[in-house]
């Protein structure tokens, strides 16, 4: 069996590899791709070299969805995720396996014997309503930060996203900035926050900063190929959409929250 990981996180990768071992020694990973873009490209001069993908739904950046939309493919798909129950039950209504993480060496046989089954049996494919899949992802229940904790000398406080202004990261190092024109260091890194702040309220608008839309005015060209944005409030550093992300900024502020 040759197989594609799509996945951003080395750990979850590296178990799935070592449980695809345990499962069949003759498995082959031919690659291990992160992000969306990365997936598209390398189905689309690799794809006939493989029989499975395993999935993950969430990457760096964007949802793996999204490679549908670029890129045919006729291989069976596993996805992995960490979504609630709701959401799994799309997964089994459209016929589409997935593996729970953490992932269980047990429900990596299960997955891969319903595979053989369906390989064997006298269906073509496997169904691909990703569509329908994805609408009801949408539906499940999604939960977001409302609170973000900050530790201050020997006392914590907690502030509230809506107050928030940005988000952004010095190095290794990520701060908020509040109304006041405050700063404070916090745990969180930009991809967690990335991933669990309400879409429809932040954005990540360059690899430093996450807006909050509550606090954009309005933005304007920027070296032809960027914007500038101006806050509620005086920041110290320019605020810059860079360019790759220019499309999906005027999206969402628009009012898409697909980014």
Known sequence: ?????????????????????????????????????????????????????????????????????QVAIAQPIVFTTAFDEYAIEAFKVNSIDYLLKPIKFDDLVRSMNKLKALTTSQQPSMPASYSDLIKALSQSRQTYLTRIMVRVGEHIKAFRVDDIVLFYAEGRTVYLYTQEKRRYIIDNTLEELTANLNPEQFFRCNRSMILNINHVVDAVVYSSTRLKIRLTIDFDEEVIVSRERVAPFKSWFAGSVEQ
Do not use: C
Request: proline fraction near 3%; aromatic fraction near 8%.
């Open 1 to 69: 069996m040759r197989a594609l990981i799509i996945e951003d996180e080395k750990p979850a990768a590296a178990m799935l590899q070592l449980l695809l071992m345990q499962y069949d020694p003759s498995t082959e990973i031919v690659a291990n791709t992160t992000t969306v873009a990365d997936s598209v490209a390398w189905l689309k001069a690799n794809a006939h070299t493989i029989d499975i993908v395993f999935m993950d739904i969430q990457l760096a950046d964007g949802l793996s969805f999204d490679i549908f939309k």
